[in-house]
């Protein structure tokens, strides 16, 4: 009777050591190669905003459809902080009372106002400029992306472990804008 015991211990063990953990690797390499996919594209994409100064429904798009080439479906946020100067007075009525000091404020634009601002309800053709969503020099745009589901490494880990190791990793990405488009 034990030594029947021991031959299924074998047995699994066996089938977990030939099968699972080469399944693991490869599903854990599947997922690094589609972050790495998702980081290039992403610094890419924030990048060519920061040289630009502008986001066109093409340039979205792209980014969009080149992330989905990874297998994974992504939960895109971005934010945009446009840089605003306010002269301070002591009567507002009154532009004699100016202080000699600005202040100085980033005002923010939502993701779903950006995505609005370059696919509105009214039907412009692609290349129109009241399409594009268009930022100042000193501006700041910030991007995050993620994954909006679990990856197939972390669900049979989870699985193999019998635990909750959910691994969601997230790529913050940003910078100042440099150019400002024409």
Request: glycine letters at 4%; a negative charge.
């Amino acid at each position: 009777m034990l030594n029947s015991v021991l031959k299924l211990f074998a047995v699994l063990l066996s089938l977990l050591l030939l099968f699972l953990y080469p399944l693991l690797e490869s599903y854990q390499r599947q997922d690094d190669m589609a972050m790495i996919t998702a980081y290039r594209t992403a610094q890419i994409f924030v990048d060519t905003i920061k040289d630009k100064g502008v986001i066109t429904p093409k340039m979205y798009t792209n980014f969009t459809s080149e992330l989905s080439l990874t297998g994974y479906e992504f939960d895109i946020s971005l934010a945009h902080y446009a840089k605003k100067y306010d002269p301070e007075y002591d009567d507002p009525t009154d532009q004699s009372t100016f202080q000699d000091r600005i202040l100085l404020r980033y005002e923010l634009t939502s993701h779903d106002d950006i995505v609005e601002a370059m696919f509105p309800s009214e039907s412009y053709p692609q290349e129109d400029r009241r399409r594009q969503y268009r930022m100042s020099i000193g501006d700041y745009i910030q991007m995050k992306v993620t994954p909006s589901q679990q990856t197939r490494s972390s669900m049979l880990a989870q699985w193999l472990s019998f635990g909750d190791q959910r691994s969601f990793w997230s790529m913050p990405f940003g910078g100042m804008i440099r150019n400002e488009a024409a």
